[in-house]
């Protein structure tokens, strides 16, 4: 190797490391603030995830009050054959009912 040739060497390797240098210099500084806006996405629910989880509740509500319509139903059906534990079991649903419709809009109501 030719003695003048080594300063370009050198050079050009403290040109790509001074680069490298920079980039870590600069995702150093960011960091942080990255950081704290992830915290907020995280900690912050968007409109439309507000939306679908009150869609979810609600459908689960819905679900839920089809189902105690189904066993009451039954149970009345049983009461009215002359079982009692049966019209028991029918009136606590019909309560359960009663306490589960006010949270279920009208129109989805069966």
């Given at each position: 190797m030719r003695p003048y040739c080594a300063p370009m060497i050198v050079a050009g390797a403290v040109l790509a490391l001074s680069g490298c240098v920079a980039k870590t210099?600069?995702?150093?500084?960011?960091?942080?603030?990255?950081?704290a806006s992830k915290g907020v996405d995280l900690a912050?629910?968007?409109?439309?995830?507000?939306?679908?989880?009150?869609?979810?509740?609600?459908r689960k509500r819905e679900e839920k009050l089809g189902q105690l319509?189904?066993?009451?139903?039954?149970?009345?059906?049983?009461?009215?054959?002359?079982?009692?534990?049966?019209?028991e079991a029918a009136r606590t649903t019909y309560n359960q009912m009663q306490d589960l419709l006010p949270t279920v809009p009208a129109g989805s109501q069966r």
């Open positions: 210099a600069f995702d150093v500084a960011t960091a942080p603030v990255k950081i912050t629910t968007s409109q439309s995830e507000a939306d679908q989880k009150r869609g979810r509740e609600l319509q189904r066993d009451y139903a039954k149970q009345s059906k049983a009461c009215v054959k002359g079982y009692d534990k049966s019209c």
